[in-house]
């Protein structure tokens, strides 16, 4: 199963919190679903983009996966983390092809108020 060494190396570079290491586990032609973007985000610069905002904004001290499931090429992985004292819930939605590159992205987050916040300092991120 691709899947498995898939979400290792994926676990590595959120451990390492080093976005260079995306270039070794994502596709070229990769897609990203964002929680707020109504639009599939294509190709390796923009799913890069908003997965290294994403480090720095959603990974911190608190940032947790709590479920794990695995199959086939896909992988769900549900996360938690505590952002400016609001309680954020998701989870992560990846597909990887043959080779074990992802190739699909997509991101789910609840409540409501987590979901602003994230996509106000994804945005102050994203501007600087």
């Known amino acids: 199963m691709k899947i498995t ?13 080093n976005p260079d290491l995306l270039n070794e586990i ?5 897609v990203f679903h964002s929680p707020v973007l109504h639009t599939p985000q294509k190709g390796l610069p923009l ?3 908003y997965l290294t905002a994403a480090l720095f904004v959603i990974v911190n001290e608190s940032f947790k996966y709590t479920k794990q499931i695995l199959q086939d090429n896909n992988a769900m992985l549900e ?22 590159k992802i190739v699909d992205f997509k991101v789910m987050i609840r409540p409501v108020k987590g979901l602003e916040m994230i996509q106000k300092k994804m945005l102050e991120m994203l501007n600087k």
């Open 79 to 100: 996360f938690e983390t505590i952002i400016d004292g609001i309680m954020v819930n998701g989870a992560d939605i990846i597909e990887c092809n043959e080779n074990g």
């Open 47 to 49: 799913t890069k983009m």
């Open 26 to 30: 994502l596709a070229e032609g990769v």
């Open 5 to 17: 060494n898939t979400i290792k190396n994926w676990h590595h570079l959120l451990d390492q919190k």
